[in-house]
């Protein structure tokens, strides 16, 4: 017997902070500064998506030196433990959590050097029912980990723990990936009189009428199916409906053209990785790419909605979101990485300085 979930403990007051109503704030902006202070200024129920991509807690500084002056970007990733780093990012996540709207959705990238800690501290935040995936995105090839020596796997993904504000009613596009060809040649092994290729589909209804399937006869075949005798009809008028060679039941024939893709999954391994040649790359450290960022705000947003993300970089989000026709604010204490993301969506998305975007 499958056992009930289990609660999530109540929120000890700290979690969360008495509602506030503030001014609302203008998007398109990018703020400079520390995150938490500029968050505490921003109004309750108002983005409709976050995504963070903070320090992961790896003890690490990172640094690329850019350009023909080989300007040096940097940030730094040393906390003085886990506990020290789950700390400095729990009265952030209390305010991401707050200024999300009840229908959005919240993204933590992180990796497996705190990945654990932080789902504990996004269920006590959220609630374990808001959890919905743990994605992971393959972002490296696996020789770029497993050194020589080392005596574990190679580490070559990151996770990204994905969370709603209420556990069902969330704003939910389905993107789909493309039938790779073994799945087509597995699975679509019929091929009609004009060369399109099909499979044949269930058309019977599971339960039968305990389930509310209506009984009538297709095809000559008395049984319980799962759609209304209106839309078998429908669909047998537009010859979608036959009996197998072998078989003898009537199947639905699903065309390969009629197909969307396989709806997206939670191992992402299509998207890769910046690298230093790429026409998106701004030299900036840990910068992600487009692509990623394309799929979470296309599956977690419509057009004018609101993208906030605290811990900006050199504004992949923000590029992103601009050119997805959303509204966005980003925030990073990093006067060179506010400038680089200023520089990049003056040049990629043509907006202009002064304005919410910080003067280089
Ligand atoms: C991993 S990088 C983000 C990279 C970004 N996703 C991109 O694609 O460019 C993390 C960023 O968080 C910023 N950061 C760290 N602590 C912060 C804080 N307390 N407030 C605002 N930004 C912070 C750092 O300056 C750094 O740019």
Not at 80 to 89: G, L, R
Request: aromatic share 10%; net charge positive; proline share 7%.
């Amino acid at each position: 017997m499958k056992r009930p979930a289990p609660k999530a403990p109540p929120l000890d007051p700290p979690f969360r902070r008495p509602a506030r109503q503030l001014a609302m704030m203008e998007t398109q902006n990018i703020y400079c500064g520390d995150n938490l202070a500029k968050l505490r200024e921003m109004p309750d129920d108002w983005v409709d998506l976050v995504y963070i991509d903070p320090p992961f807690n790896s003890n690490r500084v990172y640094e690329t030196f850019w350009g023909e002056t080989k300007e040096k970007r940097a940030f730094d990733d040393r906390h003085e433990s886990t506990k020290a780093y789950i700390e400095f990012m729990r009265p952030r996540c209390v305010e991401l959590a707050r200024v999300m709207k009840k229908t959005g959705s919240f993204y933590y990238h992180c990796d497996w050097h705190a990945s654990h800690y932080v789902k504990v501290m996004l269920d006590q935040i959220f609630s374990e029912d808001c959890f919905q995936n743990e994605i992971v995105w393959k972002r490296s090839s696996a020789h770029s980990d497993g050194r020589q020596g080392s005596q574990h796997f190679g580490r070559v993904h990151d996770v990204l723990l994905f969370y709603t504000a209420n556990p069902r009613d969330y704003t939910w596009n389905q993107l789909y990936t493309p039938l790779g060809q073994r799945y087509v040649e597995s699975h679509y092994r019929h091929t009609d009189e004009s060369g399109r290729r099909f499979q044949y589909d269930n058309l019977t209804g599971p339960g039968g009428a305990a389930n509310g399937n209506p009984r009538y006869e297709v095809l000559g075949v008395s049984g319980y199916w799962r759609y209304t005798q209106e839309k078998m009809q429908e669909l047998i008028a537009r010859g979608l409906v036959a009996i197998p060679p072998k078989g003898r039941t009537p199947r639905f024939k699903r065309y390969l053209d009629d197909s969307k893709g396989l709806p997206l999954q939670s191992v992402w391994d299509d998207l890769p990785p910046v690298n230093s040649q790429a026409k998106e790359a701004r030299g900036y450290p840990t910068q992600k790419p487009l692509g990623l960022l394309d799929r979470i705000i296309k599956t977690s947003t419509d057009k004018d909605d609101i993208i906030l993300d605290a811990f900006c970089g050199c504004g992949t989000a923000l590029v992103a979101a601009q050119r997805l026709d959303r509204r966005w604010v980003g925030i990073d204490c990093s006067p060179t990485a506010c400038r680089v993301m200023s520089k990049r969506l003056t040049d990629d998305c043509h907006l202009r300085e002064g304005g919410g975007l910080p003067r280089l």
